[in-house]
């Protein structure tokens, strides 16, 4: 890891408070690896060996129902902790990691999360920060699929991509990331069908743009409007 400079993670939250020489420790018991898109790191349930740093890419946080399918609870994106069970009190992982797309991160071994949060200054109060913003996420998501029609959690959905991985390109904000039909489907309890219908119907009026595994939002005012009328 002599490679990679202590720079890089000094503007990310754990590591804002730290020394060069402390980000230095770190990063010599860090373990690289690049994974494929589709590549899981860790599955459901899968025993917590390890907890990571997303330095490039996008993952896709997916849990399965009692009745076996796949949900996509959240993405995260580069410069966060993720895999982080011994902070939720687990020994396993809650929920599968997918690589959404080619991704780089770290690895430590689970036996090291307590000696960083007790050695190292920010690191405990800021990992802990993120646990909470994701949870509150996975509520808020919880009471759309509870109370928004498919339209609504549809738009939703987008609009939080673009917000989170927006990339702009000629004529709206690309989701900078693969992003199929199905995936949007998982993340909106909804079927491929109806999902395939709605952005057929949006492209034609000119919200959105999509073509295989690329989505960009052309009109997002308009988007705006569909996810927040009155049900």
Known sequence: MSKLDESLLR????FRK????QIREILDQATPRRYDSGEAVFNEGAEAERFF?????????VRTTESGEQVVALHIGSGQLFGIAPALGRSTYPAT???????????????????FVSRYDGF??????TVGNRVAEMNNRIVE??????EQRVANALLRMINQFGKKVEGGVLIDFPLSRQDISEMTGTTL???SRLLSAWEKQG???????RVAVTDPHRLVLIGSAQS
């Open 11 to 14: 503007p990310i939250p754990p």
């Open 97 to 115: 990691a997918v690589a959404a797309g080619e991704c780089l991160a770290l690895s430590w071994s689970a036996s090291l999360w307590h000696v």
């Open 124 to 129: 405990a109060t800021e990992t802990y920060r």
């Open 53 to 61: 740093l997303l330095l490039d890419g996008t993952i896709r946080v």
């Open 193 to 195: 069908h109806t999902v």
């Open 145 to 150: 699929l509870a109370t928004l029609h498919v």
């Open 18 to 21: 730290l020394s060069r020489i």
């Open 207 to 213: 919200i959105v743009r999509s073509g295989r595994k």
